[in-house]
Structures are given as structure tokens and as C-alpha cells.
């Protein structure tokens, strides 16, 4: 198994450009997510989607968009780049818990490094 | 809004010696998990440990938690230099639909 993968590995854009990036999974996950991480501030949940056709907001989501046609992809798109959206950026995916109450054990992918000047 | 909180912020000890992270958190949780991060990689997972256990063993990490206190801690015995990363605890919620937070994470240091 491959398990999370993400495209590209850096990326500079430059503020107002638009970009997607990708993000795969291969271990039939239900259970995909964002995060993005700054000096300093962890990691913050972007987008998260437990299914097909079901996506919602975490505490981060402005400027970001997502979509989940398939259970194997979650990509992140970000509509109008902006100098604040610098950052690494990491998906997640997990097997969804018991009785769909709880998050079970996450597979990162190695992160997407994002400039934007 | 962070709900896990990790303290130290940094720790730098020998090889050899045990290291321990502590987590607070601040709402009901169903389980809390301790990832790994080494320099400029992805987030590696642990240990989790649910709400209804109070400790729990993987080789040389030992993780316990209080849900009275609303507190974990990770303890690494006999560390090594290939320790040497920052840990994360991290929290869900009680509701349906939920969402993993993260602390700011303990940058460890193991020196040789």
C-alpha cells in the first residue's frame, strides 16, 4: 500500500493565483482531512470529510475549498492565494470509529510546503 | 481553538534517560491519541487511548490518562537519539462527526 499521498511536495504561487492540491489514499478509508501547520501554532483542521458527498468545515477553513467525489481522493483547493496561507499543509485519513462518534488512528501523508508571495 | 496542551514546549535530556510529555485538554473526550513528528515529516501515530482506559503500553512508551484531571502523559523510557522529534497529543470530541485537535506539540531533544 502506497497510503496517504500528496502532490506536489512544494509549490510557490504567487498572491491571488489558485492551485489544488492533492491528496490520495489506498487503505479504504472513510475519513479524510486538512490540516495546516505554522511555526509555533500545531496543527489546525482545514476541511474534513467522513464519506463520499460529505465534507465539512474545521477551524481553519476560509480561502480553502474541498470536495470528495471518491473515497480514494480529497483534494484541497485554494481559490485566491494569499501570503497568510503560507504553511505546510498535511492530509489525513482514518478508518471513522466505532459507531461513527470518534476519529481512530490518522495516516499522514509527507506534507505539501506552500509559499505564497 | 487548541483543545490539547502540551508541556513542555521543549525538553532536552541524555540518552538513556526517560523523557516525559504531558497533555491538557478541556472538554469531554472519547479518545486521545500521541503522534510523533520528526523534522520536516508527517505526523506519525503513536498510541491511542480511550476515554474508559487509564494507561496504556507500546515497547518503551507508556501513556496514562485522567479524565478527572483532563490529562495525559507520554512517557518515553530509555530514550534514544532517534527520539529526537516533537509530540503531539491530540483530542476528539463527544459529538458525532468528530474532529481530531492538536496541540502545539513537546519538542524533544535526545542527546547521544
Known amino acids: 500500500n502506497a497510503g496517504v499521498t500528496q502532490t506536489p511536495k512544494f509549490q510557490v504561487l504567487k498572491t491571488g493565483q489558485s492551485m489544488t492540491l492533492q491528496c490520495a489514499q489506498d487503505m479504504n478509508h472513510e475519513y479524510m482531512s486538512w490540516y495546516r501547520q505554522d511555526p509555533g501554532m500545531g496543527l489546525r483542521l482545514i476541511h474534513y470529510?467522513?464519506?463520499?458527498?460529505?465534507?465539512d468545515q474545521g477551524e481553519v477553513p476560509n480561502g480553502y475549498n474541498v470536495s470528495r467525489s471518491t473515497t480514494e481522493d480529497f483534494p484541497l483547493r485554494l481559490l485566491s492565494a494569499a501570503p497568510s496561507q503560507t504553511s505546510v499543509y498535511f492530509c489525513a485519513s482514518s478508518f471513522y470509529g466505532l459507531g461513527g462518534r470518534h476519529t481512530d488512528t490518522q495516516y499522514f501523508g509527507p506534507g505539501t510546503r506552500l509559499t505564497v508571495l | 481553538s487548541q483543545q490539547g496542551e502540551e508541556d513542555p514546549q521543549a525538553l532536552s535530556i541524555q540518552e538513556g534517560e526517560n523523557a516525559t510529555m504531558n497533555c491538557s485538554y478541556k472538554t469531554s473526550i472519547n479518545n486521545l491519541q500521541w503522534y510523533r513528528q520528526n523534522s520536516g515529516r508527517g505526523l506519525v501515530h503513536l498510541i491511542l487511548?480511550?476515554?474508559?482506559?487509564r494507561e496504556k503500553h507500546s515497547g518503551r512508551l507508556r501513556v496514562t490518562l485522567d479524565t478527572s484531571k483532563k490529562s495525559s502523559s507520554l512517557l518515553i523510557t530509555a530514550s534514544r537519539a532517534a527520539d529526537t522529534a516533537s509530540y503531539f497529543c491530540?483530542?476528539?470530541?463527544?459529538?458525532?462527526?468528530?474532529?481530531?485537535?492538536f496541540g502545539k506539540g513537546t519538542m524533544l531533544l535526545v542527546s547521544p
Open positions: 491530540a483530542t476528539d470530541g463527544s459529538s458525532g462527526y468528530s474532529t481530531l485537535t
Open positions: 470529510s467522513v464519506g463520499a458527498g460529505i465534507t
Open positions: 487511548i480511550r476515554s474508559n482506559e
